[in-house]
């Protein structure tokens, strides 16, 4: 009678095999699976946009024109450089939007009488909104507190046109402003975006330091971290320029760094997001679009100005 011998277990060949051949899928699968996480993130990031984006449509229904990109609350002459701007700012777009968003009650917990810097509205300015963070981005944990009682970080800014945010000629020049205004009481009404509502860039994704108290690029309900523009030309969706507001911090973390003129004469800060190729932006008709990295800088340029004559055709 022949007898079976049965085999117990692998050899260690056999076994080397077996974990070399699962390492080799686990390589190939992981970098879909990440692939899959990003995309469901980007979605996620759209969707919010869009959501801000209604909520964008449904006050200026309501009030006639966009909100303000910040009120201004003084009755003296806004200073022609960014210094000295600071203490007059009050409100700002994303605390306007809040009733429009079902967050009444934050709305409600603002002092609309005091401007923004005040210890008094510094319980809303550290809110960390979910509504307004990107989950591509890591959360930004630490406030902006330079010079300030402290304001949360954000991934999503207004479209203050196609010059310098916070240079007073952009934003007499009608050409050169954007459908927010950061030196009046409000923003522009429909009738005044002669370049089309479906053409002019209303909100966008920007980068924010996630651990870094000094720089204010994100920094929910202030006017320099909330609001972005073109620098004539030069900021396209994930520039290489540099940006230039204020209170700006070099890091790799934030690319590209920051320019060393920290002297607030303007406050220069792109479109960015960490997306590969591209920015979600929407428009001021309500649509939402992913721009790229390689848009043309002219037809960008047009796409940021309500009324400059320029068709942005292409995006």
């Keep these: 009678m022949v007898k079976f011998r049965s085999r117990s277990a692998f050899t260690l060949i056999e076994l080397l095999v077996v974990i070399a051949i699962i390492g080799v899928l686990v390589g190939l699968l992981l970098p879909a699976v990440q692939s899959a996480r990003e995309a469901a993130r980007r979605m996620q990031c759209q969707n919010k946009l869009k959501q801000l984006t209604v909520a964008l449509a ?53 002092n ?31 406030p902006l507190t330079q010079d ?47 370049d089309g509502t479906s053409k002019t860039v209303a909100l966008s994704e920007i980068m924010a330091l996630t651990t870094v108290s000094y720089d204010g690029r994100g920094a929910w309900n202030y006017v320099v971290g909330l609001s972005f523009c073109g620098d004539d030309g030069q900021l396209t969706p994930n520039s290489l320029i540099l940006d230039e507001p204020p209170y700006c911090i070099n890091s790799a973390t934030v690319a590209p760094p920051c320019s060393s003129d920290n002297t607030g004469s303007s406050s220069v800060q792109g479109a960015r997001s960490v997306h590969p190729g591209g920015v979600h932006v929407s428009f001021c008709d309500g649509a939402v679009s992913f721009i790229s990295d390689s848009v043309d800088s002219t037809v960008w340029d047009a796409a940021l100005g309500i009324s400059d004559n320029q068709i942005a055709e292409g995006l």
Aim: hydrophobic fraction near 35%; charged fraction near 10%; charge should be negative.
């Design 58 to 110: 449904n006050y200026t229904d309501s009030a006639g024109r966009f909100p303000p990109g910040h009120v201004w609350m003084s009755t003296a002459a806004v200073p022609t450089s960014g210094q000295g701007r600071g203490a007059s700012w009050g409100a700002s777009w994303a605390l306007m939007l809040l009733p429009y968003m079902d967050k009444q009650a934050i709305y409600d917990k603002y």
């Design 148 to 194: 300030y009682n402290g304001h949360a970080k954000m991934h999503l800014a207004a479209n203050f046109g196609p010059g310098q945010q916070l240079d007073l000629g952009d934003f007499t020049t009608q050409s050169q402003r954007g459908p927010f205004s950061a030196v009046a009481q409000w923003g522009a009404a429909p009738e005044d975006i002669a």
């Design 112 to 142: 609309f009488q005091l401007t923004s810097r005040t210890p008094e509205n510094s319980t809303v300015n550290l809110m960390q909104i979910s509504d307004f963070l990107c989950p591509s981005q890591s959360v930004p944990t630490t």
